[in-house]
């Protein structure tokens, strides 16, 4: 099937809720993912089946949602819908989100995630992210260390440095 990722509207706030509470341990509130539609630093990423029409009115199956924060953009989440895992989304939103970092001249993208999250770990690594710490405790209910992640781009820093 093909796909195509676009910004998140009003109108997939059901969906994203149902596909948040199906993929988090502490999912974000409806309230909150509607929030991140608006903010001027989210990049609320989401895919789609392209065969539809419009992007208004097709589901989504998954998203990523970043936040450029200074010279660094911080992925908060990346969710595809359970019954299509496994079958190249997540890379798909991945890959996006390092699109956003080259056209928006990221130095790094920088995430955390649950240590015993094998699928996520496996996805990053795919990508060649680097552990570069963990934070002990990090995660309530379960309580759960992080582990750190870093990719750095090819992109330079305003002073020009790298
Ligand atoms: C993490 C997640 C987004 C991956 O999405 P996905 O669409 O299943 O991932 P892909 O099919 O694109 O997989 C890409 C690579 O990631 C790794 N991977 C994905 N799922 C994996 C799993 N269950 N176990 C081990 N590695 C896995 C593999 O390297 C895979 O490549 P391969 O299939 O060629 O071996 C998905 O499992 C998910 O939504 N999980 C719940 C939410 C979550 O934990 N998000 C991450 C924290 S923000």
Redesign the pocket.
Known sequence: MPYRITPAYESDLPRLWAIEQE??HNPWSNDMLQQEITKPQARFRVLRDAAEASPETSPAL?FCLSWVVLDELH??????T?S??????????LQDALNIAQKEQVVRLY?E??AS???????Y??FHFETVGVRRKYYQEPVEDAVVLVYETQAETSDGER
């Open positions: 993929s988090f998954g992925i908060h989440q990346v969710a595809v359970p299509l895992r496994r079958q190249g989304l997540g890379r798909l939103l995430l995630v649950r999250n094998q699928a996520a770990l496996g996805l690594q795919s």
